[in-house]
């Protein structure tokens, strides 16, 4: 198992605001990385190929009122993984967001999937802070 943590970002918008937007697949296409293809989404899931990778699928586990959103892997994927995305209210108009992944995936498959893991989940937090600046 392992964990990865994104940075943490201070965002200029409240923290139900980007609740609502993060609590929507929909709006994840614009939070990934240009290898991303084959986007495909609803309200509560997703999924997508890594160009040259993989195949993903994810779906929204569980929403905790503007402090966490739980993400699951879904379907066919090459490892298990959970991603949560933190959000914590610094007043009406600014919130911190950070997201964690933990993967359960083979010493062999993290050598090659360690790093574009944490630059993805670090591109997803600092488009957020783009898409809500």
Do not use: Y
């Amino acid at each position: 198992m392992v964990k990865l943590v994104s940075d943490k970002l201070i965002i200029n918008k409240s923290a139900i605001k980007i609740f609502n937007f993060l609590g929507d697949f929909n709006n994840f296409e614009k939070l990934m990385p240009e290898q991303i293809i084959n986007w495909k989404s609803t309200e509560m899931a997703c999924s997508f190929t890594i160009k040259g990778m993989a195949d993903i699928g994810m779906r929204i586990e569980e929403k905790n009122h503007h402090t966490h959103i739980h993400i699951k892997s879904d379907g066919k994927v090459p490892f298990d993984f959970d991603m949560m995305i933190f959000l914590e209210e610094i007043d009406e108009e600014k919130a911190k967001v950070h997201i964690e992944l933990e993967a359960d995936i083979s010493t062999m498959l993290l050598l090659m999937a360690k790093k574009p893991l944490q630059n993805l989940i670090n591109i997803m937090i600092s488009k957020l802070k783009e898409h809500h600046e």
